[in-house]
């Protein structure tokens, strides 16, 4: 039986990331029809493995990479008014000091090698300056300030450095909380008409008739499914290439390189909330953030990774490289015992050839396949601070084939929970503590900075912290993990405690058993439902 135009989607997008739930939000609110099939939860790969900044890439300077960066540097700010309880400005301090050097390869070490070689690959200060005034000014700041210099002799951001360090330059980038970015996208999504289905993998996608047969199969249930349409969209990051080669089996010339980018979570280093940027001799970059109240996050590195169905784990070369590279700046030394927790993720860029990782690009390329009969758009790069751009851009590839009804929208429109002022989380942790007395200012902080408005719709009519049902540890209570499991798409855990928060860093192995048992008892009537 031949589908009908009823019967078919207009996207079929394989890929619950940051690419695939924006591309899937812009897509529902132009009116489109769209499936989304990620194959494990929601941002369990690459985008819950960032290092959690929206930020310009200073660094890519150095390789010219003039579009992206401006590209990103606009984007800070229109993400920062669109979701301000899960992004907000940072201070970075950059210590400056004589022995900075070049990675090798970049355009930049090139060409002052050839011109003023007895800089023998050192970054001059001249050249940070010059680097830092284009970030201020290329992309049209208006809520972030701009550079200025700091003495570390006598301010608090020299304190926990090592005396060799006198000076910094200290610039304006953002933070976000990477997977609930991809999951608050999926909501929207969701809400505008979109179909979101999680622990659904792509058995196949082959082409009939000028359409795509998707067949999909829950990984739970072991249901298979079949859907049709118009255009499919290849989203599925470290796994874009296999998705070519093994589910849509189609030859293409494109490729991804996958580069693995590693992170240690440490003790608390410093007492101020600003980011060091940090510059080593071998001419890479490091970052060390203030992490979730307690802890210092350090990363990240940068080295090939062979396989996408290989988990990328951060190595003890890489905890030592990590470790070895913030020793150089802080006065107290750090050690393995300090690291509290490690997570790496895949980045899938394209490949363009770059001799090493570090240089290969963070711009993204979108690639239209047609030779299958229907148009298969590919997805290749990307950083998670012009997703919505990409996710544009997107669009404007699908409306090549597709009519779209309606212009590019996304701009500036709030995701859920977001609707409230850049600057206004204080007033909205002070009025969530005045209708609930007994939240601790943790707690507050916590449910704004996760759910901002919808924080209260949570504790609903909840007079003491017992009328939010069992206490599983750390401020997580059952009334958070129903409205989760009813509203986030979470099936277990590890969902809650690791990309829809950080809280496994303070749960037990003990009451993450219990939390993990709880949750599976909580979906057995709907899972009997489903049988009967």
């Known amino acids: 039986m031949h589908p009908t135009d009823s019967d078919t989607l207009d996207l079929f997008i394989i890929g619950g990331g940051i690419n695939g739930c924006g591309i899937a939000r812009d897509a529902a609110g132009r009116g489109l029809s769209v499936a989304l099939a990620e194959m494990n939860d929601l941002a369990s790969a690459t985008s819950s493995s960032s290092t959690k900044l929206f930020h310009g ?3 890519y300077l150095e390789y010219f990479e003039f579009r992206l960066v401006r590209e990103a540097l606009i984007e800070r700010e229109v993400l920062l008014r669109a979701l301000p309880h899960i992004s907000w400005p940072m201070r970075f301090v950059l210590p400056y000091h004589k022995d900075m050097r070049f990675e090798s390869d970049t355009p930049t070490s090139k060409l002052l090698g050839l011109f003023m070689p007895w800089m023998k690959g050192r970054r001059p200060s001249w ?20 550079t200025t210099t700091v003495d570390l002799t006598t301010s608090k951001e020299g304190a926990p450095l090592q005396d060799r360090f006198a ?3 200290e610039y304006s980038d953002c933070w976000v909380e990477d997977s609930r970015l991809v999951v608050l996208n999926a909501r929207d999504a969701e809400a505008r008409g979109a179909q979101i289905m999680t622990r659904t993998k792509v058995v196949s996608a082959t082409c009939e008739d000028g359409r795509w047969r998707v067949e999909t199969r829950d990984t739970e249930s072991g249901a298979s499914r079949i859907f049709y349409a118009k255009m499919l969209i290849n989203a599925g990051g470290p796994w874009v290439g296999d998705i070519i080669q093994t589910k849509v089996r189609l030859n293409s010339r494109e490729g991804v390189r996958l580069v693995r980018g590693s992170h240690i979570v440490t003790r608390k280093l410093y007492d101020h909330g600003k980011c060091y940027f940090f510059q080593g001799t071998d001419g890479r970059i490091i970052f060390a953030i203030p992490y979730e109240t307690d802890f210092t996050l350090i990363g990240t590195t940068d080295a090939d990774h062979a396989d996408p169905s ?8 890489e905890q030592d490289y990590l470790l070895n590279f913030a020793n150089q700046y802080f006065k107290d030394q750090i050690g393995r015992g300090d690291i509290v927790w490690t997570y790496s993720g895949v980045r899938p860029l ?5 001799s090493s990782a570090t240089a290969a690009t963070r ?3 979108l690639k239209v396949d047609t030779s299958g009969g ?9 950083k998670i601070t012009t997703y919505r751009r990409l996710a544009e851009s997107a669009l404007e590839k699908v409306g090549e084939h597709l009519t779209l009804q309606k212009a590019k929208w996304t701009a500036g429109v709030p995701l859920p929970g977001g609707d409230f002022p850049v600057d206004g989380v204080t007033r909205l942790v002070s009025e969530l503590k005045a209708s609930f007395p007994f939240l601790s200012d943790f707690w507050a902080m916590r449910l704004v900075r996760a759910y901002g408005t919808q924080a209260a719709g949570i504790l609903g009519d909840a007079r003491e912290s017992a009328d939010l049902g069992h206490d599983f540890g750390a401020t997580l209570t059952e009334a958070e993990i129903d409205w989760l499991i009813d509203n986030e798409f979470v099936r277990t855990a590890s969902d809650v405690i690791w990309r829809r928060s950080k809280l496994g860093l303070r749960l037990s192995a003990e009451q993450i058993g219990v939390l993990d048992d709880w949750m599976a008892h909580r979906r ?4 009997v439902a489903v049988v009967e």
Do not use: V
């Open 127 to 146: 050249l940070i300056r010059l680097g830092l005034f284009m970030y201020d000014h290329l992309g049209g700041r208006k809520i972030l300030p701009g």
């Open 363 to 365: 711009d993204y390329t």
């Open 310 to 317: 290989q988990k990328p784990e951060c190595t003890p070369e």
């Open 57 to 59: 890439g200073l660094r």
């Open 374 to 382: 229907a148009p298969l758009l590919n997805i290749f790069g990307g």
């Open 350 to 354: 394209y490949d363009d050839g770059a």
């Open 167 to 169: 000076k910094a330059y």
């Open 524 to 527: 057995q009537p709907a899972a």
